[in-house]
């Protein structure tokens, strides 16, 4: 690897921004191979020097992904001139290259991976790897059965192709879970509308091997480990 810059290094590594990075170089927080480093353009090798923070070692990582819980309101980009953007909720935080791995719509909530790893978020949404995503819905009255029947089989929502084959269970009061491996434009409501039905509410509740949350507020996030993410990348190797 070649090298890089300690702030940049360290802004990767700890999410923190280049101003907070600078204020705890500063104060002498920081050693290279043992000796203090208060230069932010020190340039480093990440795969074979040392670095510490507070006496504790910074391991690089090149890529890294987060679970944000979307609220309602809030556009699935990394910038929007009218809108709140899914990265505002990450303030503080270095989100230089991040951006959202697909879209929900700005009045859904839910799962929404959040990383700077371009292949991972490319073979997630290749419909060649069909990649399962799960949303909750709330319908305008109850799903019949032969209706439910018509979502699942191939529905057409008016595009050049029908949908790919979906699963569907009808929950209680209206409710309704659906899985599609798709990812088109207003997806969900369009297979639904198709059927005679309006989506009241949906949020997306998993994407492949990954659940969300229950414990994360709309608004809140998570930092994935390597256990939350392996089960995806195999799914990327077989896209």
């Known amino acids: 690897m070649e090298n890089m810059r300690l702030d940049k290094f360290l802004s990767n590594t700890t999410g923190e921004s280049r101003s907070r990075i600078k204020e705890i170089l500063k104060a002498g927080r920081v050693k290279v191979n043992s000796e203090t480093a208060k230069d932010p353009s020190l340039k480093i090798f990440p795969d074979t020097d040392s670095v510490e923070l507070d006496s504790k070692a910074v391991v690089y990582e090149k890529f890294r992904y987060y679970m944000l819980n979307k ?115 207003h997806q969900v409501k369009r297979m639904f509308a198709a059927a005679g039905y309006e989506v009241k509410y949906l949020k997306r509740i998993a994407m492949g091997s990954l659940f969300l949350d229950e414990k994360l507020k709309p608004g809140g996030y998570r930092k994935l480990s390597d256990e939350d993410i392996c089960p995806l990348r195999k799914k990327e190797q077989y896209g």
């Open 71 to 185: 609220p309602a309101g809030c556009v699935s980009a990394t910038k929007d001139k009218l809108s709140e953007t899914v990265l505002d909720f990450f303030r503080g935080e270095n989100m230089d290259g991040f951006f959202p791995v697909g879209r929900l719509d700005k009045d859904s909530e839910g799962l929404l991976l959040i990383t700077n790893d371009g292949m991972l978020a490319h073979n997630l949404l290749s419909p060649s790897g069909h990649v399962e995503k799960v949303y909750f819905v709330e319908l305008d009255r109850k799903l019949e059965e032969d209706d439910r029947i018509k979502i699942e089989n191939e529905i057409d929502i008016g595009d050049d192709k029908p949908c790919l084959p979906a699963k569907v269970e009808t929950k209680e009061n209206n409710t309704a879970l659906i899985s599609i491996t798709e990812g088109r434009f």
